[in-house]
């Protein structure tokens, strides 16, 4: 009993629990799995459906509720509540959200008004943002010297949990989006609940062992991932019957049910009861994160921050550079999965070749939101590099990405796909991270969750006013208000990849406004913070 008991107050067992919840947490990113159930059953035409889809995306990427729940309930001095409130509400949303969609699916109630589906969509896809930011802002409490390896797979697992929820909907709800929309209500809400009480943060608890045992995390997230990737592929190319399909998915769950909590207990029986001079209380041990304009004179101070509430976090340049990096990487890679049909088949690829790279999204989105994370810690701990150099490069990649699918020559979209899904899956690791290293951790939450809104302001832009604009003047003059070949796109793609570059660009000041304190700052404090091996 007293091993159940320090198991259930291990940064490990939170760990194990967060990812799991991360595993089914990211439900709208199959929005295109039930979609078609929606717009047959509501009579939508695809504008319709486009509205409906707009809020999905307002309601998965806005979590600025979810920061400020977060701040009130995790980080309190009197410590009421936890991150386990932030994750019931996240789970009641969700439960309410797509158990009224598939109510109305399924004509169990009168069909509602299209401003009804598109609020209970919004109240669906919102649960993600309270799932994400009270797992991705724990895990930074609890291993906060490995920031980006801990965001980079949370994020990661987040990003292959909508691979894992199409393997579950093909091998157990037999090709019916109906019976998944629900499937949604129950699943990630049960999980949640189940595990929720095991999430909490334990920051003093800083050991020699903590890189160690992220880094079998890591090799866990990578087979899975790869798992995935063969699974995917082999389903595509081949069809399966029922019992080959439930023999290649049960293994996939038992793996991903039982692997985390065997390594947690693991990390724990090696962990050390207490360090030496860790204060009783890890919570309040650093209650106001270290700001380079207390730590620098006026002379060195790269930045201006004063502190990191949201309000002041919005006044300074850095959150600004931030934000339009975001717009021109998230907004531009957003926009580009939400067209990769319609691209492929202007371009004449099958429909068995757009499913295998729309599938296989999720993989190179995984690759970049763990890859990010991980390799953006190696420079820093090992190069003294700071994280805003890894995103000017990846974006300057996504760059390139667009120019690929721009190009239409054969096989470009393969290509293209796993340039732009790696780096905009980085964006992803990499925002939270920066923004905890320059705004601190204490209002982290509130602070990336504003940032990320980031992300449907420039999918709206891209996706309606330029590729949507583009493609239907080029469309004009066909028949059936269609458009076939690379002209289709190229242009669109020329300007995402211009506004790609100039995120490199913004990326890069914000690497030069912030290196100084990377280095005076953040490099200082990891040395100092990290125990002797």
Not at 32 to 56: M, N
Not at 260 to 282: F, R, V
Not at 405 to 425: A, D, E, K
Request: hydrophobic share 50%.
């Amino acid at each position: 009993m007293a091993e159940m008991e320090r198991l259930s107050r291990s940064k490990w067992t939170a760990t194990a629990a967060s990812i799991l919840i991360q595993c089914t947490g990211g439900s709208p990113y199959a929005f295109s799995i039930y979609s078609p159930a929606i717009k047959s059953s509501q009579g939508y035409d695809q504008s319709t459906l486009d509205t409906v889809s707009v809020f999905k995306d307002i309601g998965g990427n806005v979590g600025v509720l979810s920061g400020i729940l977060y701040s009130a309930v995790a980080l309190n001095r009197r410590r009421i509540g936890g991150p386990w409130v932030v994750l019931l509400v996240g789970a009641i949303q969700c439960f309410v959200g797509y158990f009224f969609l598939w109510a109305a699916v399924t004509g169990l109630v009168e069909r509602p008004p299209v401003a009804v589906v598109c609020l209970f969509m919004l109240l669906a896809a919102h649960a993600q943002t309270f799932f994400n930011t009270a797992n991705v802002v724990t895990g930074v409490h609890n291993f906060s010297d490995y920031g980006g390896t801990i965001v980079g797979i949370m994020k990661g697992f987040l990003g292959l949990s909508s691979a894992i929820l199409v393997q579950v909907y093909d091998t157990f709800c037999n090709g019916n989006p109906s019976t998944f929309i629900l499937l949604l209500a129950l699943l990630p809400t049960s999980v949640t609940i189940l595990f929720m009480p095991l999430v909490k943060i334990h920051e003093a608890g800083r050991s020699a062992i903590d890189k160690k045992y992220l880094n079998i995390f890591s090799a866990y997230a990578l087979l899975t991932a790869a798992y995935l990737m063969v699974l995917i592929i082999f389903r595509t190319i081949f069809t399966f019957p029922s019992w080959a399909s439930v023999l290649t998915v049960t293994p996939l769950l038992l793996c991903l049910l039982v692997s985390p909590l065997g390594i947690a207990i693991k990390a724990q029986n090696l962990q050390p009861k207490k360090l030496p001079g860790t204060p009783n209380d890890p919570l309040l041990e650093n209650p106001e994160p270290v700001l380079a304009s207390s730590n620098l004179s006026a002379s060195e101070n790269p930045t201006d921050h004063e502190d990191m509430n949201l309000l002041k976090a919005m006044i300074c340049v850095d959150f600004w550079l931030l934000f339009i990096a975001m717009i021109c990487g998230m907004g531009s890679g957003l926009a580009t999965i939400n067209n990769m049909g319609q691209i492929g088949e202007s371009l004449g690829y099958t429909t068995v070749e757009i499913n295998s790279f729309v599938s296989l999204w999720s993989i190179w989105n995984f690759l970049g939101r763990f890859g990010a994370g991980y390799v953006s810690d190696y420079l820093l701990h090992k190069k003294g590099w700071a994280r805003p150099l890894l995103m000017a490069v990846t974006l300057a990649t996504m760059a390139a990405g667009h120019i690929v699918i721009s190009s239409g020559f054969p096989g470009n979209l393969y290509v293209g796909s796993i340039l732009v899904g790696i780096c905009y899956g980085s964006q992803w690791s990499l925002m939270p991270t920066i923004t905890s290293e320059i705004f601190g951790i204490r209002h982290m939450g509130t602070i990336f969750n504003t940032i990320a809104i980031a992300s449907p302001v420039g999918s709206y832009i891209f996706s309606v006013r330029v590729i949507g604009f583009i493609y239907d003047r080029e469309a004009s003059g066909e028949d059936d208000d269609s458009c076939s070949g690379t002209h289709c796109f190229m242009l669109s793609f020329f300007i995402m990849a211009s506004v790609a570059f100039f995120g490199f660009l913004v990326a890069l000041a914000l690497f030069f406004r912030t290196r100084r304190f990377y280095h005076t700052i953040v490099l200082n404090r990891l040395r100092h913070s990290s125990p002797k091996q």
